[in-house]
Nanobody, 115 residues
Framework: QVQLVESGGGLVQPGGSLRLSCAAS????????MGWYRQAPGKQRDVVGA???????NYADSLKGRFTISRDNAKNTVFLQMNMLKPEDTAVYYC?????????WGQGTQVTVSS
């Protein structure tokens, strides 16, 4: 059974940084795309970005330059480095794994940007 476990969320001041991690288990995922989504209170879940098995990345236009996605295939882990955080980045962040047209989701981790 595929499981995704996120970690690294928390409270950070505006302008600060956080690094989220997502560890996948229950299979071999080096050939799968992995990514991040987020959902702010009262809003729909939106894509943050994704990384292919080969390491190519893409991001939501509004997040380019501040957020970076990377992965460690040996550890089945994907990372989200978030810099220059703003209050509007406050959301629950979800890890996504896309394998053979199937989507798997983590339970989410809360990120709160506030002074």
């Amino acid at each position: 059974q595929v499981q995704l476990v996120e970690s690294g969320g928390g409270l950070v001041q505006p302008g600060g940084s956080l690094r989220l991690s997502c560890a996948a288990s229950g299979g071999i995922f080096s050939f799968c795309a992995m990514g991040w989504y987020r959902q702010a209170p009262g809003k729909q879940r939106d894509v943050v970005g994704a990384i292919t098995s080969g390491g190519s990345t893409n991001y939501a236009d509004s997040l380019k330059g501040r957020f970076t996605i990377s992965r460690d295939n040996a550890k089945n882990t994907v990372f989200l480095q978030m810099n220059m955080l703003k209050p509007e980045d406050t959301a629950v962040y979800y890890c996504n794994l896309r394998c053979l047209a199937h989507d798997y989701w983590g339970q989410g981790t809360q990120v709160t940007v506030s002074s």
